[in-house]
């Protein structure tokens, strides 16, 4: 069996997309590439694709499919997935050469276990390359070190310390087995990746190094601000179907667990309410009552405490109050998160 799938959702990456593939490349013979373009039509990414698993059989593979967005990209990689794990890199991000060597070598590890790992994770780093600035995000405090763990042993996420897309890597079977599906057609479908197998998950690892290059400045990145707002209803559909898709608390019996995912869900809850405050519009204040409904129907105890908590406190505010008291939190999270 192969050590790990790495899944690179392309569309239209032609530019930039071999320098993701080579630094998967380099992690060793014991991996399978996925080269999933998703309906690329105004560059060469298909033929890259093709050229990639032509130059390196039996590692990579080259998948194609009409344009479905990030999430059936996603899919598609977990699908044809068949090492023990799996990894999305998207294809204008990174993997670090020295910090995947040490990743690698526990992920080798486990292959050999009658129960290996479910879920591994490691540091990320937020390379504003335009401005020569980069920002380390870590678990430290979070996660114990050197050891195989469970929930109940982790300690407390600051507010910048959510699990990311970019930090995580699954026991691809654990993936399959819960039946992850990602919305097409859609973005911030991370956020669902990231959310909606955690209860599934019993063992972790944490290795204090810095893997994922996570690349921030194209104009029409998804975390662009004007680029959020216009996408707003995307997000919406993804709170909605994070509300659907795990009963807090009643699903989560590991409270530790519960008390992440419930803060998790109160930081999507934030970022709906914050960019649909942005704006004056009668639509906007619509939809902002809308998804606050939407959680009320769906699950009035979460409801009740995601409304108290200290993330969501004042953006589901009426009047010109919350829309100030919204903006105030997106630029504190700028600072925080360092996104846009």
């Not at 990311?164 to 911030?188: A, N, Q, W």
């Not at 809308?290 to 129907?297: A, D, M, P, R």
Request: net charge negative.
């Amino acid at each position: 069996m192969k050590t790990i799938s790495f899944a690179i959702p392309c569309y239209n990456s032609a530019a930039y997309m071999d320098a993701c593939i080579e630094s998967c490349l380099a992690c060793g013979d014991d991996i399978e590439v996925i080269i999933v373009d998703d309906g690329s039509t105004k560059d060469d990414t298909a033929a890259k694709a093709d050229e990639w698993a032509a130059r390196c059989p039996g590692i990579v593979k080259a998948v194609h499919q009409e344009n479905g967005g990030h999430g059936a990209a996603v899919n598609a990689g977990l699908a044809a997935a068949e090492a023990l794990y799996f990894k999305v890199v998207d294809s204008d991000d990174w993997l670090d050469a020295d910090a995947m060597k040490e990743v690698m070598a526990y992920l080798r590890r486990q292959v050999e276990r009658r129960d290996p790992t479910d879920l591994v994770v490691a540091n990320y780093v937020y390379e504003k390359v335009h401005e020569n600035k980069r920002t380390v995000m870590r678990y430290r405090n979070v996660f114990p070190e050197g050891r195989e763990f469970g929930w109940s042993d982790v300690g407390h996420f600051n507010q910048s310390q959510y699990l990311l897309m970019h930090s995580v890597i699954y026991r691809t079977d654990l993936l399959k087995d819960c039946g992850l599906k990602l919305p097409e057609h859609c973005f911030y479908v991370d956020n669902i990746f990231v959310y909606v197998p955690l209860p599934h998950v019993k063992s972790l690892y944490y290795l204090d190094v810095d893997m994922y290059r996570y690349f921030i400045g194209r104009e029409d990145q998804s975390v662009n601000q004007d680029v959020m707002y216009r996408r707003i209803d995307q997000q919406l559909r993804v709170t909605r179907t994070m509300i659907d898709a795990v009963d807090l608390p009643d699903a989560v019996p590991e409270k530790k667990l519960e008390h992440y995912m419930e803060n998790y869900l109160s930081m999507m809850m934030c970022i709906c309410s914050v960019f649909l405050r942005m704006h004056k519009k009668d639509e906007d204040e619509a939809k902002l009552k809308g998804i606050w409904s939407y959680l009320e129907e769906r699950n009035p105890v979460l409801y009740k405490r995601v409304r108290r908590s200290a993330v969501a406190v004042g953006t589901n505010l009426p009047t010109e109050v919350g829309r100030k008291i919204g903006m105030a939190g997106y630029k504190a999270a700028q600072k925080i998160f360092k996104f846009n």
